[in-house]
Structure formats: C-alpha cells, structure tokens
C-alpha cells in the first residue's frame, strides 16, 4: 500500500492515496454497486477536490473526506465520521439499498450516515469540482448535500445559516485538535437580530465577534475591504433564514475560511499553479479579539498597555481587581447623567452631551432603527436609558441602553461611537451637544430646547469651556 504523508498549513495530515480505481481513470461519483474502499479516492471532475480516506498527523485513526488535491499539499474540508473513527485499513463509502450515502468499517458496521429517513433507491453521490459532494435519486434531485453540513471549513457557495422561527443553526465547528476531527468546543455562525453579525462561540458563550454587517462587510473587521470581501452576503430569503455566504471575486485563486481547534477564523487561499497555502487573515490577532475582554463599559486596544481601559467618563467597578488586569468585571459611570438626576432629585444642572469616540469596534447588543444621523442623535438624547449611539449610513441608527460590551479601538476603520455623558465629564474640545437656542425653542422633556428651524445645526462640534 502506498502512503504518501502530506503536510498541510491547517492541519498536517497523512493521505492514504495514490490509488486508481479500475483502469487508472479517477470517478467522481459513488453508487450501490461502484463504492470505494480504502485507500480508494473519489477525484472531483477538474480534479480540484479529492474524497477518501485519511489520517491526522499524529493519530492512527482514519476519516472519510474531502480535500484539496493539490499534488505535494492537502487540507481536509470536510470529514463524514468525526466522531466514530476508523481503527484499521479496512472501511467502505458506498450507498445504502435504502439510497443513503455510509461509511462502514471492516464488520459493516455503519460509522456515518447521510441519514435521510426518506432517501430514494437508486441514489448516488457525486464529488463535485467545489468540493460539494451531492446525493441525487434517479431523477437526478439532489436530496443531501456535504456542504448544507458544514464541519470546519467555509467554502465558497457554502452557507451557515440561522432560522429566526425556529432558531436552527447551521454553523462549522472546529476539530478537537489538528489530529482529531471529533467536534470541538467552538462553532462559527450568523447571528440575525437587529443588524447580522457572525460569532465564534465558545460552547454557549460568544468568544469572536464580527460587529455588524453594514450590506457588504462586517464593520468590527478593519480589514474588511472590497478586495478582502470576494463577495461576502448575508442573505434574508424572506423564509425566516438569514445566511452568511460568499463567492470568489478571483477565479485565479483557491480560497476559505477554516475555524481552528482554537477557536480562530483563518482565511486561506493559494494560487492557482502554486503549491503553498498562504494564510490571508485571522479572526483573532490579539486579547482584544476575544469577546468581551475588557468587561461591560471597558474598551480594548491592542497597541495599549494594559490593552482595557474604560470608556471615558467610566471608571473600574472593582479598582484593585482591575488593576491586576482581571478585566472581566468592566466599569460603571463616573458621575450620573443630569437626566438621572432629574428623574430622582429633581436637580437641573447643565446637560448631558455626547462624546465622540471614532474607529470603533461598536459594543454588541446594538437597537437598531432607521432614523437619519440627527433623529438618531435625539432620539437617544430623549430616552435616558440610551448610553451611547452610532449612525453609519448603510446601517442606519444604531443605540444601546445597557451594558456597553466588546468595543475595541481601531487604528482605522470601524464606526463613530457617540457616548453619552454628564457635562463634567465631557471634557475639551472633543464634544457634540447642545451649545445655543435662541428665541422660540421648545422645552422637551430632560431640560432640552429644540428649536423648529435649528432642527440640523441643533447639536455642533465645539469647544467646551467647562
Ligand atoms: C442520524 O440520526 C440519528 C437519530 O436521529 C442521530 O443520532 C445521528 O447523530 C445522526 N447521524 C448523523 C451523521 O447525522
Ligand atoms: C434500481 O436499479 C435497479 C437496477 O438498475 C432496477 O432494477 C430497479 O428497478 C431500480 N429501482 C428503483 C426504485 O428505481
Ligand atoms: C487575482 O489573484 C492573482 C493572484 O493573487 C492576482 O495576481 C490578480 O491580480 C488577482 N486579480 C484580481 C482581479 O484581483
Ligand atoms: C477575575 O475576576 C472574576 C470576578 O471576581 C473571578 O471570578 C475570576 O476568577 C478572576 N479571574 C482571574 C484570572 O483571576
Ligand atoms: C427608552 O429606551 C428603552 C431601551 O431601548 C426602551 O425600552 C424604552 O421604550 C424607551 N423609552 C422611550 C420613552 O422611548
């Protein structure tokens, strides 16, 4: 048997291949009667994708799946039996006489299973040159599709998915480690509330975050361009599913994402012609990536030391705690917003205005509406409960009312945060609010005066003198 070891940047494997089925001609396609055993390998037509058997780099266990065929490099893609391992050289993929794609061992025990209850007889399943490999009946309808079933990978046409009625997810999940492809503790999908957003969850909680999706790229990602993108979506088909997918602006390079056992999103791709897969980005790049690193109300810079601080106008909750960098207990308000204190005491003072904080990572939980860049500015003014808002203009207003959660400072990119703070702690310069009104204004409630013709230059950019 020949054993050719590969290596590979994602995950170093070793390839049981190097086998022709029947006369030396590669098949793409697998029926009742025409199954591959190991070490056999279905090759995709155009050659780009092979499917066959494999072993991890350090594990002696073998795994059915699909890979990049590239002559002396190979990343797994996509793998059918993560969690019931091959032990030995023996194993089958074949079609069940119910129609159901099975990898089976030596004793015909069933280890993975296409699993449809109303497969059709007669099926096949064709390894596609896009790495998909289809199930269809005789009629030729697909009934199953690999890539409706991710495992760690992100290919191109491929789609993860939220259903907002019922909740169903269809998300990667990364393997254990590089030599086990069982399913790992994080999983990457789309979030659709208010404005969509892809997460890393690490179990249940959220450990990456892409900030919102602004109709052609995620605005927490600075890096995110027209040519990084290579025609991201988030879709709404109108059925209640939202999915996140993409299509290659380049037809002259191969490319993915993969989430690593670590819980990175790494963008791969490798030129067509060439050998090395080349990593292009990663989700995580620092501590400021890792979800809610600073805590509620803290903000994260990488290019900092200590990377947290708190929000302007916010101090540590626990001073001590802080300061040994355990962020995770955040910050609270310094001096209470004058409409707080109306509300309880009936003080007036001077009013509360907005701090400008720009190239930000905006924090999680965003309310969303679609009123314009002034109506959102009052809008938040009015409601006491509104901490901080930002208006980009391919999102529309966006505000939050609580716990402000994951914000991190770019050097570019990202979004104007407007926070909102007590006048004393606006300090210089570097402040939106309220400056004059002049004969004819209207109290509103919280001690602030519109003015009918003022409606556009009611909030201004100017020098605080206080
Ligand atoms: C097949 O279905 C059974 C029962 O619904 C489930 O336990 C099993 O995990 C499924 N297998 C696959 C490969 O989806
Ligand atoms: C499946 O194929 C066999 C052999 O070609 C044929 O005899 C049988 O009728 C087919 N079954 C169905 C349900 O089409
Ligand atoms: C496509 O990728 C190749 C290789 O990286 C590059 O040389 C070429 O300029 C790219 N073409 C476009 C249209 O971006
Ligand atoms: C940080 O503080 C939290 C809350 O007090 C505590 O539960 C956690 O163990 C601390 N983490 C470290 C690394 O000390
Ligand atoms: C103020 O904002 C909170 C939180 O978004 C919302 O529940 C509440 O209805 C708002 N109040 C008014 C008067 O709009």
Redesign the pocket.
Known sequence: MEIIILKSVITPLLLLSGFCFGFCTPIDTITSTQFIKCPETLVSNGSAFKLGFFTPADSTNRYVGIWYSTPSLSTVIWVANRDKPLTDFSGIVTISEDGNLLVMNGQKVIVWSSNLSNAAPNSSAQLLDSGNLVLRDNSGRITWESIQHPSHSFLPKMKISTNTHTGEKVVLTSWKSPSDPSIGSFSAGINPLNIPQVFVWNGSHPYWRSGPWNGQIFIGVPEMNSVFLNGFQVVDDKEGTVYETFTLANSSIFLYYVLTPEGTVVKTYREFGKEKWQVAWKSNKSECDVYGTCGASGICSSGNSPICNCLKGYKPKYMEEWSRGNWTRGCVRKTPLQCERTNSSGQQGKIDGFFRLTSVKVPDFA?WSLALEDECRKQCFK?C??VAYSYYSSIGCMSW?GNMIDSQKFTQGGADLYIRLAYSELGKNVLVFFTSCFSGCILLQNGVFEHPSLLNTFWQLVSNPA
């Open positions: 309310d409601n409960s509104c009312s």
